[in-house]
């Protein structure tokens, strides 16, 4: 069956440190990936997009990786801030719709 | 632009009761989905839409109907509500002519059915 796997633990990790975040996918062949963020009651929020022929994308302090072998994604948030506490998820497109893992919650302390 | 409008914002239903929750977009997105997010869940695909007059069914569609007579609206309708559907609903549009293929998603609709 397909599945699509975000760590439901919460990371904890302090003001300053990167935070790395995983997404693993079975039985999937996504064209992409996105994430997303979620602050407490409210709506997703897209982040960034990469494409099944991308390995890493940036923007500003984030980064993204795909390794369609593996069939893992890894977000990355350098220098996190406190502001950067939220749930993070993961999804993948499977044709017209995307499907969403369960989500991380990042809280980061000063 | 408003972007993603849903309303209403909270509601209480008794068992059996029925209801509509409304969602609109200004942005003229072809696409437009509901979601419901249940507590510490990621999101699961209840219908979605292509455009004007089609809809097609996602991952949960039991227990709920869509119609999608204009671009704008996406209205999602409970008819026995029933407390497996006490739960956050979420509509989103996507941009089909953006390369990142983002979904828009609107504030969300906090349902109880007791």
């Known amino acids: 069956s397909q599945k699509i796997e975000q760590n439901s633990e919460a990371l904890n990790i302090q003001e300053g440190k990167t935070a790395t975040l995983t997404c693993n996918y079975t039985n999937y062949s996504p064209a992409y990936l996105q994430w997303y963020r979620q602050d407490p009651g409210r709506g997703p929020v897209f982040l960034l997009l990469i494409r099944e022929n991308e390995k890493e994308k940036r923007k500003e302090r984030l980064k993204v990786t795909f390794d369609t072998t593996l069939k893992q994604s890894l977000f990355h948030i350098t220098a996190s801030q406190p502001a950067d506490s939220a749930t993070y998820l993961c999804?993948?497109?499977?044709?017209?719709?995307?499907?969403f893992g369960g989500g991380t919650r990042l809280m980061v302390k000063p | 632009n408003a972007g993603v409008t849903q309303t209403p914002k909270f509601r209480i239903l008794k068992i059996g009761q029925s209801m509509t929750l409304q969602c609109t977009q200004d942005m003229n997105h072809n696409y437009m989905y509901w979601y419901r997010q249940d507590p510490g869940m990621g999101l699961k695909l209840i219908y979605y839409?292509?455009?004007?007059?089609?809809?097609d069914k996602g991952e949960v569609p039991n227990g709920y109907n869509v119609s999608r007579s204009t671009t704008e609206d996406f209205p999602l309708r409970l008819e026995l509500a029933a407390p497996s559907q006490t739960s956050v609903y979420f509509c989103?549009?996507?941009?089909?002519?953006?390369?990142?293929?983002?979904?828009?998603f609107g504030p969300g609709t906090r349902l109880t059915v007791l």
């Open positions: 839409s292509v455009g004007a007059g089609i809809t």
């Open positions: 989103a549009s996507i941009n089909t002519g953006s390369s990142y293929n983002e979904q828009f």
């Open positions: 999804a993948l497109n499977a044709g017209n719709m995307l499907t």
